[in-house]
């Protein structure tokens, strides 16, 4: 059997400029519109290529990790939770914000799978990261795999979001399939199901926990951890 292939960026995706320097998009000036406890919206201005000055708002966040938990009969752990920004429930991997600059995102990749599902994993690596709406804002998320699972106790509490919150393993095939109809919707779940499918049937190896993640978020959760 050929070994998994190690997770190489092909050549297609390279030097989109042809070996010219890109243009500059330079911020002159900034002001922070609103400041919440998970996220910030900013205004920059931004002198464009052509040297007219745009307005353009981001949304600052801290970033976030989810987990990809996979059993030895090829399921994942999943949870079905209530999302007040769509009104309903979703099927989605248990995750959790990088809220603490001082915890490494594996660190608090494990905490959140004992903290929401009462899992512990003896193996850890990096499937995919993600940038959900890079036109506006710069979360990103980070998908482990854990396998080697075993169940632990599943600490007391949690507020009112989680009080009917579902906790059920699920075939990767059905995930898969679920993805497909439409039934699944949530975007790192989405991408970090493919990439286990592709890691599972042996085309790709994950990376390392401690993989490069060029677009990890930093700024807003220093600043609010600078004001502690």
């Not at 919440?36 to 307005?55: N, S």
């Not at 995750?95 to 009462?118: H, M, N, T």
């Not at 507020?159 to 699944?184: H, K, Y």
Request: proline content about 9%; some cysteine; hydrophobic content about 40%.
């Amino acid at each position: 059997m050929s070994r998994p292939a190690e997770p190489v960026t092909p050549a297609s995706l390279t030097d989109p400029h042809g070996g010219r320097p890109p243009n500059e998009f330079t911020v002159v000036d900034s002001e922070t519109l609103y400041e919440g406890p998970i996220f910030a919206l900013r205004r920059d201005d931004v002198r464009m290529p052509g040297g007219r000055i745009a307005g353009r708002e981001k949304v600052e966040h801290f970033g976030a990790v989810a987990i990809a938990a996979l059993d030895e009969d090829d399921q994942l752990v999943m949870i079905y939770q209530y999302r007040p920004a769509l009104g309903r429930r979703l099927w989605e991997m248990p995750a959790g914000l990088l809220d603490d600059p001082s915890e490494e995102p594996v660190e608090a990749a494990k905490r959140e799978l004992v903290e929401e599902v009462g899992i512990e994993a003896a193996e850890w690596s990096t499937l995919v990261d993600i940038a959900g709406c890079p036109g506006f804002a710069d979360e990103s998320v980070r998908v482990f795999l854990a396998t080697g699972l075993r169940s632990v106790e599943r600490p007391e509490g949690g507020d009112d979001e989680e009080a009917d919150l579902v906790i059920r393993r699920v075939p990767l095939d059905d995930l898969v399939a679920g993805a497909m109809s439409g039934a699944l919707v949530n975007g790192p779940c989405v991408a970090g199901v493919f990439a286990a499918a592709a890691v599972r049937d042996g085309r790709f190896s994950p990376r390392p926990v401690d993989a490069p993640w060029t677009d990890k978020p930093s700024e807003y959760a220093a600043r609010r951890a600078a004001r502690r």
